[in-house]
T-cell receptor, first 112, second 112 residues
Framework: DTAVSQTPKYLVTQMGNDKSIKCEQN?????MYWYKQDSKKFLKIMFS???????INETVPNRFSPKSPDKAHLNLHINSLELGDSAVYFC???????????FGDGTRLSIL | TQLLEQSPQFLSIQEGENLTVYCNSS?????LQWYRQEPGEGPVLLVT?????EVKKLKRLTFQFGDARKDSSLHITAAQPGDTGLYLC????????????FGTGTRLKVLA
C-alpha cells in the first residue's frame, strides 16, 4: 500500500492554464505539506496543514491555492501557470509538525 | 533567512571508498534529519538527530550532530553502488513557525 500518493505523476501543460495536483496519505498523520523541488534539486516548503488548518504559507504566489478537505488529503491548485512553475512538486505527511516526513513520489510539472 | 549549506555538492567515488558529507548553518536547529532521494522518487528518511553531539549509526552510515546543533555530518564507510543518490539534510526551526529547512543537497555516485 502506498503511504503518500500523488496524482498525476507527470503534468505537461501550456502557459496560462489552470491545473490541480492531488495528494492522499493513508498513514493517519495529522500534518501534510507541499514542497517544490527545482532543477537544482533544492527542496523548498510551500505550505503545511495541520488537521485541515493552514499553519505554514511561505512566500508563494497566490496563484497557488492548497485545499485540505480532510486530514488525509491535501490538494494543490495552480492558476495561470507560468514557465517558472516548472518543477517537481512533492507532497509529504507527518504525525506532528516536526516529526519525520513521508514523501510521495512527486509530480513533475512541465510548462510549455 | 535560515540556510543549510551542504558540501560537497557532487561526489563521485569508487566502490569501497569512504566519504563524508557536511551540512552547515549559522542557525541552531532543534533537530536535524537526513534523507536520501533516488531519481523519480521522494526523499526517504534515514535518521533524526536531536541532541548536540549525538552520533547515530545505520549499518555503514554514521550521522553526527554538532555540539552546538548548527551542523551535522554523514559518513559512509565502504561505499557501495546502492548508496548512490541525492542526500539531503533538513533542519527543524522552532522560532516563529515550526518547519523544516532543507539543505542544498549532495549528489553521490558510487562506481562499481
Amino acid at each position: 500500500d502506498t503511504a503518500v500518493s500523488q496524482t498525476p505523476k507527470y503534468l505537461v501543460t501550456q502557459m496560462g492554464n489552470d491545473k490541480s495536483i492531488k495528494c492522499e496519505q493513508n498513514l493517519g498523520h495529522d500534518t501534510m505539506y507541499w514542497y517544490k523541488q527545482d532543477s537544482k534539486k533544492f527542496l523548498k516548503i510551500m505550505f503545511s496543514y495541520n488537521n485541515k488548518e493552514l499553519i505554514i504559507n511561505e512566500t508563494v504566489p497566490n496563484r497557488f491555492s492548497p485545499k485540505s478537505p480532510d486530514k488525509a488529503h491535501l490538494n494543490l491548485h495552480i492558476n495561470s501557470l507560468e514557465l517558472g512553475d516548472s518543477a517537481v512538486y512533492f507532497c509529504a505527511s507527518s504525525q506532528g509538525s516536526l516529526q519525520p516526513q513521508h514523501f510521495g513520489d512527486g509530480t513533475r510539472l512541465s510548462i510549455l | 533567512t535560515q540556510l543549510l549549506e551542504q558540501s560537497p555538492q557532487f561526489l563521485s567515488i569508487q566502490e569501497g571508498e569512504n566519504l563524508t558529507v557536511y551540512c552547515n548553518s549559522s542557525s541552531v536547529f532543534s533537530s536535524l534529519q537526513w534523507y536520501r532521494q533516488e531519481p523519480g522518487e521522494g526523499p526517504v528518511l534515514l535518521v533524526t538527530v536531536v541532541t548536540g553531539g549525538e552520533v547515530k549509526k545505520l549499518k555503514r552510515l554514521t550521522f553526527q550532530f554538532g555540539d552546538a546543533r548548527k551542523d551535522s555530518s554523514l559518513h559512509i564507510t565502504a561505499a557501495q553502488p546502492g548508496d548512490t543518490g541525492l542526500y539531503l539534510c533538513a533542519g527543524a526551526f522552532t522560532s516563529g513557525t515550526y518547519k523544516y529547512i532543507f539543505g542544498t543537497g549532495t549528489r553521490l555516485k558510487v562506481l562499481a
